[in-house]
C-alpha cells in the first residue's frame, strides 16, 4: 500500500501541474498517470487515490490560520507552507496575493476529479459484491467532498470561476475555459455536497477521513455563505443578484443541517465543555480545557469529541509536518519563530467569569515611564487585571508574567516566563530565577504571545508533530446554527442554549436577556463568541467578508482607520487610513491571477481589479 501511495501521490502531483512543464495551472500529459494495468484494478487502488487526494487537500487548508492575518486580532509575518504562499501580514491590500492558493485549490479538485472519474469507470461497474460497492461510493463521496470544499473556497475568494469535472481536460479547454456563473458553481456544489451526505457513513473510516457530520455540517457552512452574500449583496462580483427570500430559504437549508450534526451523530463538546481549571495566575501547569483540544497528546484526535473533520498530520518521517510550534510561538520553545502575534486588541473581548460581560477597557501603560504601571489597577501591564476573565483567555493567550514551556529542540527545558520587550532578561519571580523568552524584534509589537497551538511536552521537533488542524468543530456548528436561525426568526431558545454551551467552556455565565432580546443583540453575542473559540482558525476575516463589517471595523472609506496599539499605548500599525473604496473592494474579492488570464483570453477580472 505504501508503495502504491507514493506512486500515485508522485504522479498526481505531476498531473496536477505542481512541478509542471504548463504554466501555473495544468500538466497535460496524460502519461503521468499510472496505467490502468497496474493501477485501478481493485477498491485499494482507489483508497491510495483517494489518500493521495487529501494530501493534495490538505495544504489548501491546514495553515488557515493565515487568513487570521487579514482580521483584526492577529498579526502575522510568514507567508504561508510553499509553495502556498500568500500575503497575510495587513488587512488591507491582500487581495493579489493569493495566485499559489488559487493553483492549489485547482490542484486539490484534479486530485478529487482523477478518484471519482476512475473510480465511476473502471471499479464500480465491476464490483462483485455489495460491500464492494459500498466501499467505493464512499470513497467517491469522500472525494466529491473534498472537491465541494475546494470550489467553495475558491469561489469564497474569486466569485465566479472556471469549473473543471476532468482530472485531466485537454489544453484547448484549460486554455479557452471561461469562469462559470456563481449560481451554476452553486449548484454543482451542492450536488457533490447531497452525495456525499447520501452516501457517506456516520463515522469517517479513521481520523481524517470524512463521515456523514462533516458532509452535513460543510453543506451547511456553504448554505449559510450563500444567504450572508444574498442578504448583504456582493456588489464587487459582477452580476451578483441580492435577494432576501434566497437568503432565507438558504439560512433555513443551513439551520436543518447543522441541526442534524448536532443532534444525530452523538458528537460532544471536547470534554463535555467543561471549562476546566484556571490553574494559577503566572502558572501554567494546570491550564483550562480549551488549551487541551488544541495540543495532540490530549486533544483534536477524536471523532466523537469536537473534531467534526480533521486534517491529520502524520508525524515524525511523513512529510507532514504540523509546523505550529515554530509559528506560534518564540526560539526557547522548540526554536520557534514569532509568525503569528496576537493583536493587543483581543485581550479585551474576553469577558469576565462574575458578569458575563465586557469590563472596563484596560489601560495602556509603560512601566519605564510609569513605574506603578504594575499595580495600577486595569493596567494592562497588570497581571491581576487579567483575572477572573473567560478560561480561554488563559488558554490561548500570554501577558507580561504569564509561563509557558520551555523546549530545545525536542525536549522540555522546564518554565519560562514572558515579559513585553524582554528578551534573555534575568528576572526572579515568587524566588524563582528564570531567564524571558521571545524575541526583542517581535515583541515590540502588542504585548501578548500565543499559548493555543503550543504543547507543553516535547519527544518531538517543532515540526515534526501529529497535530490534526480542525477544518470544522462542534462549537463551530454551533454557532453557526445560532447565526442561522436567528436570520429566520431571531433568536431562538434552543440557540440560546447552544451559544451558551460555547460560553460554559470559557466559565462564563449564560447570556443576559439583554443579549438575547432582538436579532441584533444576539447576532453581537454570536460574534463575540466566535471571535474568542475560534480564533487563529482562520473564520474571522471571512466573517468579516460575509457580513460586509469591514468598513464598520476599519472606518469608512476616505476616513482615519484604525490604529492597532500596543499593551504600553504605542500606536503600532494603521490600516485603511484615507483609503478609497478600492481598497476595501479590492478585500472582500480577490484578484483573478493574472499568469491564468495571460495563458487563457477568456478569463474575465474581477471588478475592483480592472
Given amino acids: 500500500m505504501k508503495s502504491r501511495y507514493n506512486k500515485l501521490f508522485i504522479s498526481s502531483l505531476l498531473l496536477l501541474g505542481l512541478s509542471a512543464c504548463r504554466k501555473d495551472l495544468l500538466n497535460q500529459n496524460p502519461t503521468t498517470t499510472p496505467s490502468s494495468e497496474t493501477f485501478w484494478v481493485d477498491e485499494n487502488d482507489a483508497l491510495a487515490a483517494l489518500m493521495a487526494n487529501y494530501s493534495i487537500f490538505r495544504p489548501c487548508f491546514d495553515r488557515d490560520y493565515h487568513f487570521d492575518g487579514h482580521g483584526d486580532y492577529l498579526k502575522m509575518y510568514n507567508t504561508g507552507a510553499a509553495p502556498i504562499s500568500m500575503t497575510v501580514n495587513s488587512p488591507m491590500n491582500y487581495g493579489s496575493g493569493a495566485s499559489a492558493m488559487y493553483r492549489a485549490l485547482y490542484g486539490s479538485v484534479f486530485s478529487s476529479n482523477f478518484v471519482i472519474e476512475n473510480t465511476n469507470a473502471r471499479l464500480l461497474p465491476v464490483a462483485k459484491t455489495d460491500a464492494v460497492k459500498q466501499t467505493l461510493e464512499t470513497i467517491v463521496a469522500e472525494a466529491r ?46 450536488a457533490d455536497l447531497n452525495y456525499a451526505v447520501d452516501k457517506l457513513p456516520n463515522k469517517g473510516a479513521a481520523i481524517g477521513r470524512a463521515g456523514k457530520p462533516a458532509a452535513l455540517a460543510f453543506r451547511g457552512k456553504f448554505q449559510l455563505y450563500w444567504g450572508s452574500w444574498k442578504k448583504n449583496g456582493w456588489p464587487e462580483l459582477d452580476g451578483f443578484v441580492q435577494s432576501a427570500a434566497d437568503a432565507k430559504t438558504a439560512y433555513t437549508a443551513a439551520a436543518a443541517d447543522f441541526k442534524r450534526v448536532i443532534n444525530d451523530f452523538g458528537i460532544k463538546m471536547f470534554r463535555n465543555g467543561d471549562p476546566g481549571q484556571w490553574g494559577e495566575l503566572g502558572k501554567a501547569d494546570v491550564l483550562p480545557n480549551y488549551y487541551y483540544m488544541f495540543i495532540p497528546s490530549t486533544g483534536n484526535l477524536s471523532q466523537d469529541e469536537e473534531m467534526v473533520m480533521v486534517l491529520i498530520h502524520g508525524g515524525v518521517g511523513t512529510k507532514q509536518s504540523e509546523e505550529y510550534q515554530r509559528v506560534w510561538t518564540g526560539p526557547l520553545v522548540s526554536l520557534g519563530q514569532n509568525q503569528a502575534i496576537p493583536r493587543y486588541e483581543l485581550a479585551d473581548r474576553y469577558q469576565s467569569t462574575i458578569t458575563g460581560d465586557f469590563l472596563p477597557k484596560m489601560v495602556q501603560l509603560d512601566p519605564v515611564k510609569n513605574p506603578a504601571a504594575r499595580t495600577t489597577a486595569n493596567s494592562a501591564v497588570n497581571p491581576e487585571s487579567y483575572r477572573n476573565r473567560d478560561y480561554r483567555m488563559k488558554a490561548t493567550l500570554l501577558w507580561d508574567y504569564e509561563l509557558i514551556m520551555g523546549m530545545s529542540p525536542t525536549e522540555t527545558t522546564g518554565y519560562i516566563p514572558f515579559i513585553y520587550k524582554t528578551w534573555g532578561a534575568a528576572v526572579t519571580i515568587n524566588g524563582v530565577s528564570y531567564k524571558t523568552s521571545f524575541t526583542d524584534n517581535t515583541t515590540n509589537l502588542s504585548g501578548l504571545q500565543s499559548r493555543k497551538f503550543v504543547r507543553n511536552y516535547g519527544g518531538v521537533a517543532r515540526s515534526d508533530g501529529n497535530y490534526n488542524w480542525p477544518l470544522m468543530r462542534i462549537a463551530d456548528v454551533y454557532l453557526m446554527y445560532a447565526e442561522a436561525t436567528n436570520e429566520i426568526g431571531g433568536p431562538q431558545a434552543d440557540a440560546i442554549d447552544l451559544v451558551n454551551k460555547v460560553r460554559r467552556r470559557g466559565n462564563l455565565p449564560a447570556l443576559a436577556g439583554a443579549k438575547t432580546s432582538s436579532r441584533d443583540a444576539f447576532f453581537d453575542a454570536i460574534e463575540q463568541e466566535r471571535i474568542v473559540e475560534l480564533f487563529g482558525e482562520g473564520q474571522r476575516v471571512f466573517d468579516l467578508r460575509r457580513w460586509r463589517k469591514l468598513e464598520t471595523v476599519f472606518g469608512k472609506p476616505y476616513g482615519d482607520g484604525k490604529w492597532f496599539q500596543d499593551s504600553f499605548g504605542n500606536n503600532w500599525e494603521r490600516f485603511f487610513f484615507n483609503e478609497s473604496e478600492l481598497t476595501y473592494q479590492r478585500c472582500y474579492i480577490y484578484q483573478i491571477p493574472e499568469t491564468e488570464r495571460s495563458r487563457n483570453p477568456n478569463l474575465t477580472q474581477n471588478i475592483p481589479w480592472k
Fill in 145 to 190: 467532498l473534498l472537491r465541494a470544499i475546494a470550489y467553495f473556497r475558491l469561489i469564497s475568494l474569486w466569485g465566479d470561476v472556471p469549473y473543471f469535472f476532468k482530472s485531466a481536460p485537454a489544453p484547448a479547454e484549460a486554455d479557452t475555459v471561461r469562469r462559470m456563473p456563481i449560481a451554476q458553481l452553486k449548484d454543482s456544489i451542492m
